[in-house]
């Protein structure tokens, strides 16, 4: 079944440090892919996505870029800040599904 | 405030009670979700409802029970629960079905421990 793996966490870094979490899925066709974000006490929000290979979604800074021939969707930020601190969750929805399929979420903490 | 309220936001109960979790969504959607949040784990999808239908159960215990009373309004009946039932559930929507490409909006989440 589909599937998607993202780099365990947690991951703590400095302000100003460039971040990449990483996304990789196995899904059969084209899928949607999709970064959620959810800060402290809050439900999922989503962050950016791409529908088709090459798409580069973006949005606040961060972005991501659909890898067919690698399966990934890395997430990347050039300057991290403190309120980016919260857990990130990659997603895919395959072709035809009602369902997003999700990873197990990747804790970041940014550091003054 | 993403639209999606959920109610209430923390719940302790014991393993032979029984209690309810609701949501609301306010933004005129017609398809909700319920998922489970559970440490280290992905999200799990348990129901999708799309105008009040039932149209998917993922394989989840009778122990959890869903209604859908209208599209605004989607509650999660618990009884029995065990304690690895203790978790994050998370109500969503969309207007339409996610495979159109339609955003889902997720509430806070209630806060789920079974002692």
């Known amino acids: 079944g589909d599937s998607v793996t993202q780099m365990e966490g947690p991951v703590t870094l400095s302000e100003e440090a460039f971040l990449t979490i990483n996304c990789t899925y196995t899904?059969?066709?084209?899928?949607?892919l999709f970064w959620y974000v959810q800060y402290p006490g809050e439900g999922l929000q989503l962050l950016l996505k791409?529908?088709?290979?090459?798409d580069k979604g973006s949005n606040k800074g961060f972005e991501a870029t659909y890898r067919k021939e690698t399966t990934s969707f890395h997430l990347e930020k050039g300057s991290v800040q403190v309120s980016d601190s919260a857990v990130y969750f990659c997603?895919?929805?395959?072709?035809?599904?009602?369902?997003?399929?999700f990873g197990q979420g990747t804790r970041l903490t940014i550091n003054p | 405030e993403t639209g999606v309220t959920q109610t209430p936001r923390h719940l302790v109960m014991g393993m032979t009670n029984k209690k309810s979790l609701k949501c609301e969504q306010h933004?005129?959607?017609?398809?909700m979700y319920w998922y489970k949040q559970s440490a280290k784990k992905p999200l799990e999808l348990m129901f999708v409802?799309?105008?009040?239908?039932?149209?998917e159960n993922n394989s989840v215990p009778s122990r959890f029970s869903p209604e859908c009373p209208n599209s605004s309004h989607l509650f999660l009946h618990l009884h029995t629960l065990q304690p690895e039932d203790s978790a994050l559930y998370l109500c969503?929507?969309?207007?339409?079905?996610?495979?159109?490409?339609?955003?889902?909006?997720f509430g806070e989440g209630s806060w789920l421990t079974v002692v």
């Open positions: 933004l005129g959607h017609n398809a």
């Open positions: 899904a059969t066709g084209y899928p949607s």
């Open positions: 409802y799309n105008f009040k239908e039932q149209t």
């Open positions: 997603a895919l929805l395959s072709q035809g599904a009602q369902k997003l399929v």
């Open positions: 791409a529908t088709k290979a090459d």
């Open positions: 969503a929507s969309s207007q339409g079905q996610i495979i159109s490409g339609n955003t889902i909006y």
